[in-house]
């Protein structure tokens, strides 16, 4: 089958995922219907410009989503049944100012949700979790360390006593995007012991509110934290 004008690729970019991108739009907007033969792997490779390892890892990536299946001796396929299109967000979610905006919007619809429930649902165990988390991130901050990984471990400690278990992997998943962002604020933060001492009165509040099982107390402390990350950035960005 003939590839359906296919973008020259070219250089200067991560190729296969360049060509994982086209591919993927391709398929989703059916211009490679379900049931149809993708182009030779050389064929795609002189359609895009690229090596046909670039190709191969490609639909490699493809394959694990689901939207490309190999036949033996037949060559590549879109399923017949229509899969599933995984959720996918930009990796330089955190470089644009606007998509960090988008992304704090995000966080302020899915976070406010996970600390009300678990503020109704948090069993003994998980409070412990949770203050134990918080107390590794106030240690993280007095050692000097970025603290990413003890930030996005408090929240993670969150959701799981929060009690659901679509939370708890949506907050997962979207803690693969919030490193970059967090260890942007992290480090404006850190120039500032107003700022240190406001991100800790922040979770403190968040925490409180979890223990005392007061679910809107709990969405108002996360609406608050939120801003304030996001006040404290622009605040750091204007002064540079």
Known sequence: ??????????????????????????????????????????????????????????????????????????GLFVPEGRPLTPLRLDPKVHESSTTLEELYELRRA???????????????????AVQAALKAVDGAASRGSDGVEEDLAFHQAIAEASGNRLLCSTWSFLGQYLRGAIHITHTNEARSPAFEAEVRSEHARIVDAIRRRAPEDARAAVLAHLAGAAARLATTSRAH
């Open 110 to 128: 899915v976070e406010t949700e996970i600390a009300a429930l678990a503020a109704v649902r948090r069993t003994r165990s998980a409070m412990a």
């Open 1 to 74: 089958m003939k590839a359906p004008d296919l973008p020259f690729i070219g250089r200067g970019q991560r190729l296969s995922e360049r060509v994982a991108d086209e591919l993927r739009t391709a398929i989703t907007e059916q211009r490679f219907p379900a049931g149809a033969r993708l182009p030779t792997e050389t064929a795609l490779a002189e359609g895009f410009g690229v090596s046909r390892a670039v190709v191969r890892e490609a639909v490699s990536r493809l394959k694990s989503e689901g939207l490309v299946v190999s036949l033996q001796g037949s």
